[in-house]
């Protein structure tokens, strides 16, 4: 099977995420929206240019193991036009599962939380990227090699769809048509995703297709205005103390957590805000209280 030389898209991407930053400052002052904060701003953007550096060392561990999986395939899946139609939804397919398991397990939310700690929404949010997930989250798409896709076009693909969800960081879009709503992830969708209201939390983890959502039980339309951040916010600007607080912190409820290991081992399995005595609050925690309110309401 001849194998076609692939660019890195992302880095291609970088001076399109520039200007495209920069166009939307203008935009929301001339519009006055909410100002940009630019100390938050050029926080996302530092993150952002560390998970590009970080990823100059992840891509090549993930190409290996990716290579390793590759020799077990079950199909040889050629570079054709259908195998990357294909491709798209099963990537994004995974993405789901890995996006949704970010949400639902503090292993995972230790590093996703960095995408979601500015209390902003806008483009350069987008940047905003872990420094330490690309080293473990990767095992989501390692079945796409298993069954054949070349781990070229899984990495591609994968940066196709990050390309993709660049553009959905934004409240100077409101609603895209009917159509493109039901079936595509869209800056309604994703407000949704990024904000703390009762009812918003750990709904809409589409990548590029909405339908997954929809298909699994966690769509929900944005109907009241997201207010953006964390159920609890981590308040610095550092990108050192963003990239790292919710690891510090996960090892220290498990370091000084008094109970048996088996329990403390928990801290890493369940969802973030878990605790050993039952002290802890989760975002189905929240969510219920707030459908009981809307109950009685009526």
């Not at 199909?75 to 294909?86: G, K, L, Q, R």
């Not at 951040?229 to 790292?244: E, Q, S």
């Not at 008094?258 to 002290?279: C, V």
């Amino acid at each position: 099977m001849q194998i076609p030389e692939i660019p890195n898209l992302i880095h291609y991407a970088i001076p399109f995420f520039i200007l495209t930053v920069i166009i939307e400052v203008i935009l929301t002052v001339k519009v006055k929206l909410e100002d940009y904060e630019f100390k938050d701003a050029a926080t996302s953007i530092t993150m952002g240019l560390g998970n590009v550096f970080v990823g100059l060392l992840t891509k090549g561990i993930i190409l290996g193991v990716f290579l390793f999986l590759y020799q077990y395939r079950l199909f040889t899946i050629p570079f054709a036009w259908w195998s990357w139609i294909i491709l798209l939804f099963a990537e994004d397919f995974a993405y789901y599962w890995n996006h949704r398991i970010a949400h639902e397990s503090r292993l995972f939310w230790a590093s996703h939380v960095v995408h979601h700690s500015s209390t902003k929404y806008n483009l350069s949010t987008a940047l905003r990227q872990t420094w330490s997930g690309s080293f473990y989250t990767f095992i989501f798409w390692a079945p796409l090699a298993i069954i054949g896709f070349h781990p070229l076009m899984i990495l591609t693909q994968m940066s196709i769809s990050l390309l993709y969800q660049y553009w959905i960081h934004t409240e100077l879009i409101d609603k895209m048509p009917k159509w493109f709503e039901a079936v595509f992830n869209t800056p309604s969708h994703h407000r949704v995703h990024h904000a703390t209201n009762p009812q918003y939390l750990d709904r809409n983890h589409a990548g590029i297709f909405i339908i997954w959502d929809k298909l699994f039980g966690t769509f929900e339309p944005e109907v009241e205005k997201p207010v953006y951040g964390l159920v609890t916010n981590i308040n610095t600007y550092n990108p050192i103390k963003v990239a790292f607080i919710e690891w510090y912190n996960m090892f220290t409820d498990v370091y000084k957590s008094k109970t048996s290991i088996g329990k403390r081992l928990l801290y890493f399995i369940k969802p973030p805000g878990w605790k050993h005595d039952g002290t802890g609050k989760l975002s189905t925690d929240l969510r219920r209280e707030w459908e009981n309110k809307q109950e009685n309401k009526t």
